[in-house]
C-alpha cells in the first residue's frame, strides 16, 4: 500500500518568547489540518516528539480530546524522522489510512550538553567534555578533512549557501545572507568550525498529515508520495557521537545503511534525486552526509561545493531552506521541516528557492547517539 503526505503546518524556528514549545507544536498541527481540510476529531492516530519541551501528546489538551492512539518518540535529532516512519508504518500496515507526525521543542541558549549517564556511558566522558557537542563535531570533521583533503574553504561555502537560502525562507530563524569571508574570520568555536558554521538550539515546530493512497486522491490534487523510509541505528566501528573509544577496523556510518536501506526500498537511485535534505547540524555534517548517502565519493566535496553543484539550480540542490544552519534545530521539529520543505518543493509551491521541475526528493537526518533516519518522495 502507497502511502501519501497530504498536509503540512509549520511554526517558525527560531525564538519565539511567550509562546511555548507545545504551542508551536499544537499552530503545526492546526495548519496541517487545515492544508488538508480535515478536523483534529478526523485523525486516527499520531506520533509525535519532543527533546525539551515536556510530552509529545500532550497536544491532545490542546487539539481536542478525542481519544486518539497518540505515541511519544524519543530519539535524539531524528526524533521527527522516527515518527514519521511510525505514522508510515501505521498507514502502509492497513491498520489506519489517516494520521499525523508531529514535532516540536523550546530548547534554551547554548550548546546541546547532555548527561553521559543517560547514553550509557560513564561520566568521566562529560567531564572531559565529550559529550559538548561543538567539540565532537570539531574532532570528526578535522579527522575527516585529513583523511579526504576537504578545505576550510569548503565548510564556509556550505554555510554561505545555507544562509543565502535561509533569506528566501519565510519561516526560518536566521534570514540575512553572509560572505564568504564573514564566515571564515568569524570567531573559532572548535577546530575548524567558525560560529557561521554551526546552528544554534532553537524553537519551532512541524506537523504532516499522511494517509492511504486511495483516502489521499480523495482529499488532495497534489498528493507527495512517500515511497520509502528507514532508520539505522550504528555497526561495531562507526565513528560516532559518544563513542569513547574506536576499533582498529572502522565501519561505515549509519548514514550508509540507512540511504541504502530507502532508496532500495524505493526502487530508486540517489542519481535520481531531483532535491535533497541532509542533516547539517554543522557545515562538517553536510560535508560528510553528503557522501554517505550516495551522492558523491568521499573527497569530491570540495568540487561539488566550489562549482556550486549544491545550490539552488545546480546539479542537486541541498538544504533548500537553509537546513539547520539557517532555521536552528529544535530537536522534536527538525527532521519533519525536511519533509515539510520536500513537500513544498514537490508540489512546486517553494517560491523564491523553488527547484524547477523537482520530481523527486530526499531527506536524512542524523541523531545521537548514532543513527540515521532516511526518506525518499516523488510528486
Aim: glycine share 12%; hydrophobic share 40%.
Amino acid at each position: 500500500m502507497d502511502v501519501a503526505i497530504v498536509g503540512i503546518g509549520i511554526h517558525k524556528f527560531g525564538r519565539t518568547d511567550g509562546v511555548s514549545g507545545l504551542q508551536q507544536g499544537a499552530y503545526a498541527a492546526r495548519q496541517a489540518l487545515a492544508d488538508v481540510g480535515k478536523e483534529w476529531s478526523d485523525m486516527q492516530f499520531a506520533f509525535g516528539g519532543s527533546s525539551a519541551a515536556g510530552s509529545a501528546d500532550a497536544l491532545v489538551n490542546e487539539l481536542g480530546l478525542t481519544g486518539l492512539q497518540f505515541v511519544n518518540v524519543a530519539n535524539g535529532c531524528a526524533t521527527g524522522g522516527s515518527a514519521l516512519l511510525s505514522a508510515y508504518t501505521a498507514i502502509k500496515s492497513g491498520e489506519y489510512d489517516l494520521g499525523m507526525a508531529v514535532g516540536f521543542d523550546k530548547h534554551p541558549r547554548g550548546a546541546f550538553n547532555p548527561d553521559p549517564e543517560a547514553s550509557g556511558l560513564q561520566k568521566w566522558y562529560g567531564d572531559t567534555g565529550m559529550m559538548l557537542t561543538t567539540q565532537f563535531f570539531g574532532m570528526k570533521i578535522q579527522r575527516y578533512m585529513h583523511k579526504y583533503g576537504i578545505s576550510n574553504r569548503a565548510l564556509a561555502l556550505v554555510a554561505e549557501k545555507a544562509f543565502e537560502n535561509g533569506s528566501k525562507n519565510p519561516y526560518a530563524w536566521r534570514q540575512d545572507p553572509v560572505p564568504l569571508d564573514e564566515i571564515q574570520n568569524s570567531m573559532m568555536i572548535s577546530d575548524p568550525l567558525t560560529k557561521f558554521m554551526f546552528c544554534s538550539p532553537a524553537e519551532g515546530g512541524v506537523a504532516v498529515i499522511l494517509a492511504s493512497e486511495k483516502r489521499a486522491r480523495e482529499l488532495t490534487k497534489k498528493p507527495v508520495f512517500l515511497k520509502a523510509a528507514s532508520i539505522r541505528t550504528r555497526h561495531y566501528g562507526s565513528f560516532e557521537v559518544f563513542s569513547p573509544s574506536l576499533p582498529l577496523e572502522e565501519a561505515d556510518s549509519p548514514t550508509v545503511f540507512a540511504s541504502k536501506a530507502a532508496f532500495e526500498m524505493a526502487g530508486m537511485g540517489p542519481e535520481e534525486m531531483d532535491v535533497a535534505q541532509i542533516q547539517d547540524t554543522e557545515s562538517g555534517a553536510e560535508i560528510m552526509h553528503m557522501s554517505e548517502n550516495g551522492f558523491c565519493a568521499d573527497g569530491e566535496q570540495e568540487e561539488w561545493l566550489t562549482t556550486g553543484a549544491t545550490k539552488i539550480g545546480g546539479k542537486l540542490p541541498m538544504n533548500t531552506d537553509g537546513g539547520c544552519l539557517a532555521n536552528g534545530e529544535p530537536v522534536g521539529a527538525s527532521g519533519l521541516r525536511q519533509v515539510y520543505e520536500n513537500v513544498l518543493q514537490l508540489r512546486g509551491d517553494a517560491g523564491q528557492r523553488q527547484v524547477e521541475g523537482a520530481k523527486t526528493a530526499y531527506s536524512h537526518v542524523y541523531g545521537a547517539p548514532g543513527l540515521s533516519a532516511c526518506t525518499v518522495m516523488t510528486a
